[in-house]
């Protein structure tokens, strides 16, 4: 069996990009092997509330993104042998310029990527496949068949979002094992990663035991940037049951 590939995400940027550094710093010296970063979007619409006010102070202070992108160029210098992931919305890859952006991925060694949106952002998911990046596809709690029917005619990885405050599971499917089943039977063949919800190793083991290749974790984690001994705790259960 294939070893559980489990991916932490930070929001960049607040309370400062150097004091969000300083922590994906601290995941790595404690056995990460992969990071997700996010930069800032001005319309995060399938963020929780903790993550839209992060993003909404880390703009109102830096207001565009090479800071970010400068900064996380510095911090792959010295720290060359994870695996990098970016996530970001469709405005911030419409200010950054697909160009730009591919450019910062080839020269980070960054070769999994998830762009938010439709339209001409498929085109931008289309360039960045050409240069060598695979791009994620993500599915919401309903599972819209247009998002399910993307995800079996590219043969992207899956995102699969667990729950959303306010929006109805499909066919009310809720729990991993069916929704992974669903996909499964949909056609969908790609490898599914868990997102949303996920709190502690339990619910990782859960999502393993579903079937799920992997999961992305990130606001437990953040919410305790401040209690550091709490966040070390939660990290150490989540790497454990990653390596169950």
Known sequence: MEQFHLVYYISMGEPSIAASLEKAGLYLAQGVRALQFDLPSRNPYRENP????RMARAWARYGGYEPFLQALTQFRKAHPDFEM???????????IGTTRYIDFCKENGI????ISGDGVIELARKDMNAAGIDTLTF???DM???EVELARTTGRAV??????????PRDGMVHWAERIRFLR???VQAPVY????IRCGQDLLEAKAAGAAGAFVGSCLMNLWEDEPAMLDLLGDLETAANQ
Request: proline letters at 2%; a neutral charge; zero cysteines.
């Open 159 to 168: 995102m699969l979002r667990n729950v959303r405050k306010g929006m109805a």
């Open 139 to 141: 599915i919401d709690y």
């Open 185 to 187: 039977e949909s056609g």
């Open 50 to 53: 903790f993550i839209r006010e």
């Open 85 to 95: 992931q970016m996530v970001s919305y469709e405005d911030v890859l419409l200010t």
């Open 111 to 114: 070769q999994t990527v998830r």
């Open 144 to 146: 819209k068949p247009q």
């Open 194 to 197: 868990a997102t949303a919800e």
